[in-house]
């Protein structure tokens, strides 16, 4: 195991040549990766969400591409749509693929999309698969949709509906960098050397091994359920919680946690890895009650009061 977290160390390190002050979100994303599941990320703009995403695909040797979301934005703009081809006298329609078929999607600004368009996503996000007309097409593996969301631009904005926030396994908050992380970014972006040239350090079959080994990361009985009593809390604490997360955040939790233990180079999951995964992994699952709102409470707030309460 001390091989692999030597691999994600300079993984992070050749990042870092580009993504400054952003670690915490990185490992999230990796997390994310190695789970085989989705991702949405919510920040202000300019705290390189996008660089973020577009970098790890470069380093791991991915296609990339990025919609960016506006209310005309139409689902075949996604999906692809059916193109009438002239050949040899003959007309035939022929499928032209859209920005869904790569391995990494960055939907920018997902909620000002209409929620039609936000739908085209669902298949592709939960099956890895797009159907249009009477075909339906896989998708390349690995594939994973990274959305991001703007909190303080509401106006234009289609909220998520709760059915689509359930395919994201963590909801990342994207903070500001600190004093010296600034520094640095000013100085490498508005001096007149080139930005550090990245050299591929993982590829495709790498990805879908360390998918496969994640899954087979060894997790004791105890450390099972009380991730799942954790989200069995967000049911029945009604004092904070309106509505709780369904049994897909169990298995995100666990999933999470497991590959919270891989990226560390451990053979086990432990404690810390289920307590520190439910905050991203519940946060857009839960939906607090008038008085929990009254209180100016947040999500996070509402996590860690049940997780005081979970033995």
């Excluded at 996008?50 to 296609?63: F, G, P």
């Excluded at 979301?69 to 059916?82: F, Q």
């Amino acid at each position: 195991m001390r091989n692999y977290k030597n691999a994600f160390d300079s993984l992070f390190k050749e990042i870092n040549k580009v993504v400054i002050g952003q670690d915490e979100i990185l490992r999230q994303i990796m997390i994310c990766i190695l789970s085989d599941a989705n991702a949405l990320l919510e920040g202000f703009p300019g705290l390189a969400k996008t660089l973020a995403v577009k970098t790890l695909a470069e380093l791991m040797d991915l296609k990339f591409n990025r919609i960016q979301s506006t209310p005309d934005l139409m689902p075949s703009d996604i999906t692809g749509t059916y193109i009438i081809e002239e050949k040899g006298g003959k007309r035939d329609f022929k499928f032209q693929q859209g920005p869904v078929f790569t391995n990494i999607l960055l939907a920018d600004e997902i909620n000002r999309a209409t929620p039609k368009t936000q739908s085209a996503l669902l298949e592709a996000m939960q099956e890895k698969q797009v159907s249009v007309g009477n075909s339906t097409f896989q998708l390349d593996m690995p594939f994973f949709v990274l959305a991001t969301q703007n909190p303080i631009e509401q106006e234009g904005t289609y909220p998520l509906p709760e059915a689509q926030q359930d395919r994201f396994l963590l909801k990342i908050m994207v903070d500001y960098p600190n004093y010296e992380d600034e520094l640095k970014i000013v100085n490498i972006y508005t001096e007149s050397k080139k930005v550090a040239k990245l050299k591929p350090m993982l590829n495709k079959t790498h990805i879908l091994s360390l998918q496969n080994l994640s899954k087979q990361m060894p997790i004791a009985n105890d450390l099972r359920k009380k991730a799942v009593s954790i989200v069995q809390a967000t049911r029945k604490n009604k004092e904070l919680i309106l509505f709780g997360a369904s049994p897909r955040a169990s298995i995100g939790l666990v999933l999470a946690a497991k590959a919270s233990a891989l990226l560390d180079g451990r053979t086990h999951v432990n404690t810390k890895d289920i307590e520190t995964m439910a905050y991203p992994v519940l946060r857009h699952r839960i939906i607090l009650n008038f008085e929990a709102e009254r209180k100016g409470m947040t999500p996070d707030d509402a996590i860690k009061e049940i997780m005081k309460k979970v033995r």
